[in-house]
Every structure is written in C-alpha cells, then in structure tokens.
C-alpha cells in the first residue's frame, strides 16, 4: 500500500469567520468515509498544534455529522477581534483555508474514497 501526502484540501472543504476574539474554523469532508478519516485524524489537539503560532488559549471540536463536518473553535486567535485587531485577518476569514493546506498522509485507496466527485460530462 502506498502511501501519498496530499493536502486536507484533497478530502475537503472549509469556512471559518469570527466570534469576538475567537474563531470558528468548519471543515466538510466531500464523503462518508472522508467525514470518518476527520473525525479520526483531526482532533483538537492536532488543529491547536497546527495554530499553535497564532497561541490559541484552547481548541474545541464539535461535530456536525449532517453535513459530514467539524466545527473547531479556536479561543483568542484574533489578538482582540475585528474592531481590536491591527492583523490583516481580523476576523479570522482565512483560516480554513490555512487549516485546508495542512499535509496529511492517504494510501492512494483511501484518497479514492474521500475525493470531490469529479463532475460529469455536461455532453
């Protein structure tokens, strides 16, 4: 079995935005079974390591099966939050897309089972 790194951007996609000083950061996989390699292998602590530059007081996971996603919330990321803040991201807008970017390790049958459906010939 061979094993590829690829990017969490390969198994899924994201949204985040800003409460005051913390940020929500959803990440939806494309399938089922790339919403359980989520649910496995990005815990909380893996996203605080991830941001760890950013000195998150805490990092908690909350699932939301529904819609094959996790909702992580990163506590005083924001350096006081939108009106506070002299960063460029005062509202946290792009961390998904930076979390998205985190390298992960699939066999090239798992990457399979948890890629975006390519779409079909409109033909």
């Known amino acids: 079995m061979s094993i590829t790194k690829r990017l969490l951007s390969d198994i899924a996609h994201g ?3 800003d409460k005051g000083n913390h940020a929500n ?10 919403f359980a390699w989520l649910r496995q292998h990005l815990t909380a602590e893996r996203v605080a390591g991830y ?3 950013l000195k998150p007081s805490r990092v ?3 699932e939301a099966a529904n819609v094959l ?7 005083d990321v924001l350096a006081g939050g939108a ?3 002299l960063r460029i991201d005062s509202q946290g807008k792009a961390l998904a897309l930076a979390l998205l970017q985190m390298p992960i390790d699939l066999s090239d049958a798992e ?3 948890m890629r975006r459906p390519l779409r079909s010939d409109p033909s």
């Open 111 to 113: 990457f399979d089972s």
């Open 69 to 75: 996603g996790l909702n992580f919330v990163l506590y």
């Open 51 to 53: 941001f760890a530059p």
């Open 60 to 62: 908690e996971r909350y």
């Open 25 to 34: 950061v959803a990440i939806l996989a494309y399938t089922p079974s790339g």
């Open 83 to 85: 009106s506070r803040s």
């Open 15 to 17: 949204r985040s935005g």
